[in-house]
């Protein structure tokens, strides 16, 4: 405590207890460049401790919110859950199914009509699970909850009532969680947040806290209340099918490569080859895709193209036949024959999702991808002795940790590089945001023609040091304020 509001010279006691805090220091450094040397990480230990720096100044800088904006739309959420959460009540009452949650009988007030007064009779708190869950089982007996991931997913036609509690949850989770509570506490004195950052979790990509800025609802009605100060913009950058390009680059798959290098819509040429006749046959007039490879509006293509646009992204999660069958909602049979049937056509994916499954399992731990390749053990590897279900759960995060840790990888490198060029040039452009691949900065207007091809020619190099084809390419745009 003798630090605390000490003025003048440092005692010789103050000195010595000062030194024998970076007394060890050094030692332990070289000590743990040994050892990262050792295990192959000095790539991976460069980057982080340079990302650090990158991360300080986006912490630093904050973003501007405009905050009344931000209450409006608060407000206005708010309103259209009440709006719902009445016609969810009027259901109630039109429809016999719900007979034991009307009340038997209420009163009339004397300032509403009658039909005003029984819609106010409904005391539903539709935010209440213990609530909801049995009027939901009246519509589908077979759940045992209200979760609005499973109703969106499998039950959304079962009664037109479960939409509007999918809508009205959206709707009052977003006005609650993001309302004036939220400016409270993350909304410093300078109308900023600060948010502060995780640098590394398992994977190597990153998380943040107070606020999680990967929360944010990504549609631009929330993101379009982070704005710039007068005579600044915003410019965003983010990689462009970044996961995709990824796979396409390790399981070096020669039709992926071709359809991203030809700018074809990946999804179909995916479709095309699992469905064959199938997706021929479902060809309608003036089919974009039958033209030129591109994304077409055709009602059963699109159907077929969702179901193998689910298995392409899923492949970056380790998704398996169950996770498949609840996306598409399918039986889990359909799911594993759609699966086996997809590995069949592209069988240098499967080589490249099976050889790092059973690197996991084998060894205990997997790596991302050069030159970076971090480390992830898996602290329930048990050798030979590793639980069936933990080594299921091994085998996931060893096909899906290559390809988010390099997704991480080469954004932090972005960072880095990018943070090189600008640190002395603050009165021109900062780094103020990244989410996932996406990297954010404010550039005062009149530089701003200046510095966007140079961010893009900068996350493309960095794209380079992993995906070295130079596949991945990065889109980089202005707007006044932060945009999706």
Not at 82 to 107: C, G, H, R, T, V
Request: aromatic share 10%; glycine share 6%.
């Amino acid at each position: 405590m003798s630090f605390v509001g000490h003025e003048g010279e440092f005692s010789p006691a103050q000195i010595i207890y000062a030194a024998k805090d970076v007394e060890h220091l050094e030692e332990i450094r070289q000590k743990q460049l040994k050892d990262a040397e050792e295990q192959g990480l000095l790539k991976c230990v460069q980057l982080e401790n340079a990302a650090v720096l990158a991360f300080g100044d986006i912490e630093y800088n904050g973003m501007l919110v405009d905050k009344d904006r931000w209450l409006k739309l608060a407000e206005s959420k708010l309103e259209e859950a009440l709006s719902l959460q009445e016609d969810m009540n009027q259901m109630i009452l039109d429809d016999e199914l719900f007979a034991e949650f009307k009340p038997e009988s209420y009163q009339v007030s004397m300032f509403d009509d009658a039909e005003t007064s029984r819609l106010n009779s409904i005391k539903i708190n539709w935010s209440s699970p213990h609530q909801t869950t049995p009027i939901i089982q009246k519509m589908v007996p077979s759940l045992e909850s209200s979760d609005t991931k499973i109703l969106s997913a499998k039950h959304r036609n079962a009664h037109p009532l479960i939409p509007k509690f999918i809508e009205f949850k959206e709707k009052y989770k977003k006005a609650t969680a993001f309302g004036p509570e939220w400016i409270r506490k993350y909304v410093d004195s300078d109308g900023k947040v600060h948010t502060s950052f995780t640098q590394i979790i398992r994977t190597g990509r990153v998380s943040s806290s107070r606020p999680n800025m990967q929360q944010i609802p990504a549609d631009n009605d929330y993101r379009n209340c982070f704005i710039a100060e007068d005579g600044w913009s915003y410019v965003s950058s983010d990689f462009s099918s970044q996961e995709l390009c990824i796979i396409a680059f390790a399981s070096q798959d020669p039709v992926w490569l071709d359809a991203l290098e030809q700018g074809q819509d990946l999804h179909s040429v995916c479709a095309d080859l699992v469905y064959g006749e199938e997706w021929a046959a479902a060809a309608e007039t003036d089919c974009a895709y039958m033209a030129a490879k591109q994304k077409c509006d055709c009602k059963g293509h699109k159907k077929l193209r969702t179901a193998v646009k689910g298995i392409n992204f899923g492949l970056a999660y380790g998704m398996g036949p169950h996770k498949l069958s609840d996306t598409l909602d399918i039986p889990i049979e359909e799911a594993e024959a759609l699966i086996d049937k997809y590995f069949a056509v592209f069988p240098s994916i499967k080589s490249f999702l099976d050889t790092n499954g059973k690197f996991g399992k084998t060894n205990g731990y997997i790596r991302t991808m050069a030159p970076y390749k971090r480390i992830r053990r898996f602290p329930l590897w048990a050798g030979p002795a590793t639980e069936p279900k933990d080594m299921g759960s091994i085998d996931r995060m060893s096909r899906n940790t290559p390809i988010q840790g390099a997704a991480g990888d080469m954004t932090k490198e972005a960072m880095c590089r990018i943070r090189q060029y600008i640190l002395d040039k603050d009165d021109e452009i900062k780094m103020v945001m990244v989410v996932h691949d996406q990297i954010d900065f404010i550039v005062r207007d009149d530089v701003i023609g200046k510095w966007t091809p140079f961010i893009t020619e900068q996350m493309e190099l960095a794209g380079k040091t992993i995906v070295q084809n130079g596949l991945l390419k990065s889109d980089t745009t202005t707007a006044k304020c932060w945009e999706k």
